[in-house]
């Protein structure tokens, strides 16, 4: 279950991620446009496959560095600290550190010295709420994760028919000309030239009209080549991949909008630096493919067109009007200036730190999600940090978690998913419970009455996992909760959300 819960976290920041990055790119085009900064269409579209592909693998790369084991500075409860000038050097560090947290977290304490009544008059009868706010919580979940399911269901179906209908295309065909991977074929079915990849071979596919027009038959060629040198026909493949599984994320459709367009403007860049195309044939090749797609068009997901998405071409920013556009433009393009390479490091770097920040706050949203319900109801009766003794006045013992009175036998809860690691008696804790979580934290459930999970079942939050009691040293029926991060103990008051 912590490995599901993970997945589905990775899941949701590779969305994100992609939103993030689309809006840095679209800022990017925009500040490049405003100065009137020179760049060629192939660079540009190389920066933008970058972009997606760093927004699609860092937050795996992020998750992947939680799984380096960090240095455990836990000291357990119930041990007397070694005197320092008989410890290792290591151990003192250990000591040291563990000192310093305490201090640190004794003295924030001090600060909420009325934390006692405010939580017990929020938490005083909240169990039917608790079990109520579960129970919505888990139907949600469910919901959702089904119409997920029901959506990437119909996409693959979606995938798949359009897959046949390549194939089937290219089996009606025939073959014109073949050399190595690359072959050449004229179809009756279609009205638009196009070029795909099937079973790691490359196709160009030609409309039958193009028979009887020999130069817009040579510029339709060299131009579905081109995409086939670019690679655009593998990465077609590669975005529809992604929007199986992202569907329902907007931004990978005005990413695909925005690779379809590059692409073409790409190509176009490419094939009028050549000597043996005229601009002015290639142009009124453009304009044929779009009177024939206008009358009669079929899109085929995968497979990239010599007119694009042009039957927007009735707006006023269509993508047709702007590659007619750009043909004179692009003989004089220039190579980019040295400007244009800083803004692009710049904006690369701008990335990382913005995903960086965005999988930092999404970590830290979710910890404290984990651990936002009481474990129990009830009074709390301590509070975690060092305890004061109420006649002498003098320091006690440092309180490392909260403790909780109820009656005998009232339901203790899991207040995150996780893993029953221990699940035994003890002469400290009695009975008690260790739950293992995600990114490293675990919490404690010890005075139990009755442990009602064994050693490596997967529990959810809500989940009953024992009974409060009064086993171990303790002296009234009661509730010790702790919480620790990476194996240090933390407040757990810091983690439950007020009701």
């Known amino acids: ?56 693998i860092s937050p795996i790369v992020f998750n992947s560095l939680k799984l380096i084991p960090p240095i455990d500075f836990q000291v357990a409860p119930h041990e007397e600290h070694l005197p320092l000038i008989s410890q290792t050097p290591y151990t003192k560090i250990q000591t040291t550190i563990q000192v310093f947290i305490l201090e640190t977290q004794t003295v924030i304490q001090s600060l909420l010295h009325d934390a006692p009544s405010t939580v017990n008059r929020k938490y005083g009868a909240s169990s039917s709420i608790l079990d109520d706010f579960s129970y919505l919580k888990s139907n949600y979940s469910r919901w959702l994760l089904l119409l997920l399911g029901v959506g990437f269901f119909l996409q693959c179906l979606y995938f798949i028919y359009h897959v046949f209908a390549v194939y089937r295309l290219l089996n009606r065909g025939f073959l014109w000309r073949s050399c190595r991977s690359l072959h050449i074929l004229f179809s009756e079915e279609i009205s638009i030239p196009f070029a795909t990849k ?82 002015y044939t290639y142009g009124n090749c453009i304009l044929k493919v779009a009177k024939e797609a206008s009358q009669q068009y079929s899109h085929l997901m995968s497979v990239t067109v010599l007119g694009g998405k042009i039957l927007s071409g009735k707006t006023k920013n269509s993508q047709l009007k702007q590659r007619i556009l750009r043909l004179e433009a692009v003989l004089n393009q220039q190579q980019p200036k040295m400007e244009v390479k800083i803004l692009g490091g710049a904006l690369a770097s701008l990335i990382f730190i913005f995903l960086g920040v965005t999988h930092f706050v999404g970590s830290m949203n979710s910890r404290q999600e984990m651990f936002s319900v009481p474990p129990t109801n009830g009074r709390i ?102 919480i620790l991060r990476e194996g240090i103990l933390v407040d757990p008051l810091k983690f439950i959300n007020p009701l």
């Open 1 to 56: 279950m912590i490995f599901f819960d993970s997945m589905i976290n990775l899941y949701i920041e590779i969305n994100l991620a992609l939103v993030g990055a689309f809006f840095l790119f679209w800022v990017a085009t925009k500040l490049l446009t405003r100065f009137q900064l020179s760049i060629s269409q192939k660079y540009l579209l190389s920066f933008a496959r970058g972009i997606f592909i760093i927004a699609c």
């Open 381 to 482: 009766t301590t509070l975690f940090g060092q305890t004061i003794n109420p006649i002498t006045g003098k320091e006690g013992r440092f309180h490392t978690g909260i403790d909780i009175e109820n009656k005998m036998g009232t339901p203790i809860i899991a207040t995150a998913p996780g893993e029953v690691m221990v699940a035994q008696y003890g002469a400290l804790y009695g009975l008690f419970i260790e739950i293992y979580h995600q990114d490293d934290y675990k919490t404690r459930y010890t005075n139990l009455s009755k442990i009602g999970m064994k050693i490596g079942q997967h529990v959810q939050q809500g989940d009953v996992i024992g009974w409060l009691g009064n086993s171990g040293k303790s002296t009234k029926p009661h509730l010790h909760y702790e």
């Open 198 to 279: 099937v079973s790691g071979k490359n196709h160009i596919v030609l409309p039958t009209w193009m028979m009887t027009h020999p130069s817009y038959l040579k510029v339709s060629i060299a131009h579905e080549g081109q995409h086939h040198r670019n690679g655009d026909t593998t990465w077609a493949i590669f975005i529809q991949t992604i929007k199986l599984f992202c569907f329902w994320n907007p931004s990978i459709y005005l990413w695909e909008r925005e690779f379809s367009r590059l692409q073409e403007f790409a190509c176009d860049e490419a094939l009028m630096s050549q000597r043996n195309i005229s601009p």
